[in-house]
């Protein structure tokens, strides 16, 4: 499965949209990118996946570059609660390899 | 919907002993579940793959002797770290992936061992 790479952390106001890079320059054709958090002492949390077009769901949307090498997670008003660890992993098998991940920071 | 359930939240032992962590899906049927494994500070580390009926698949460098996993139904998963040492203490987390061609995974709430 194809690596990602992720900023270690940012920080975003509270109310505000937090948009999250992940680049996957080697991602194959057949891979999908997936987004997960995990807040802390907690599971991961699914968020949203993607493997060509734009996806967008009740908690974030999923931006897909043409040539699938990065894509963005957007959270359009990021509130307290979503301070936790982002994951961009890409996969086709099933399987999830967690990279060390966003730490996102809302801040009042 | 999607909810994954572990059992116990956290737990203690002396070392030596035995430990069972249980993994439920409780609203849907999980053809396969995998187990990771997250020291502090540290990101997830997938320890194996099993699915239901079948011997479990242990990613490189994870004693498949020392963590035994069963996978006996579509709901339900089992961990068990035998003869546990400090060195095991660690948060232990499944996930459960159902019958869906994106294989998205929901994880369980996580497993809290500390080994004495």
């Known amino acids: 499965d194809a690596k990602t790479t992720q900023p270690p952390s940012m920080d975003c106001a509270e109310g505000r949209a937090a948009n999250l890079p992940c680049n996957h320059s080697t991602i194959s054709g057949n891979e999908y990118v997936y987004w997960y958090r995990q807040i802390h002492s907690q599971g991961p949390q699914y968020i949203i996946h993607?493997?060509?077009n734009n996806e967008t769901n009740e908690m974030a949307s999923l931006i897909i570059t043409e040539d699938r090498k990065s894509s963005t997670l957007i959270l359009p008003h990021a509130t307290l609660r979503d301070t936790a660890v982002y994951y961009c992993i890409v996969s086709h098998t099933g399987k999830l390899i967690f990279g060390q991940g966003t730490t996102l920071q809302v801040k009042p | 919907g999607a909810v994954v359930s572990q059992h116990p939240s956290w737990v203690i032992c002396k070392s030596g002993t035995s430990v069972k962590i249980e993994c439920r899906s409780l609203d849907f049927q999980a053809t396969t579940m995998f187990w990771y494994r997250q020291f502090p500070k540290q990101s997830l580390m997938l320890m194996a793959t099993?699915?239901?009926?079948?011997?479990?698949?242990?990613e490189q460098g994870v004693e498949k002797d020392k963590f035994l996993i069963n996978h006996a139904s579509l709901t339900l998963s089992t961990l068990t770290v035998t003869s546990a040492h400090p060195e095991d203490s660690s948060f232990y987390i499944c996930?459960?992936?159902?019958?869906?061609?994106?294989?998205?995974?929901?994880f369980g709430p996580g497993t809290r061992l500390t080994v004495l």
């Open positions: 099993s699915n239901e009926g079948s011997k479990a698949t242990y």
């Open positions: 993607g493997l060509k």
């Open positions: 996930s459960a992936s159902a019958l869906s061609s994106y294989n998205e995974q929901f």
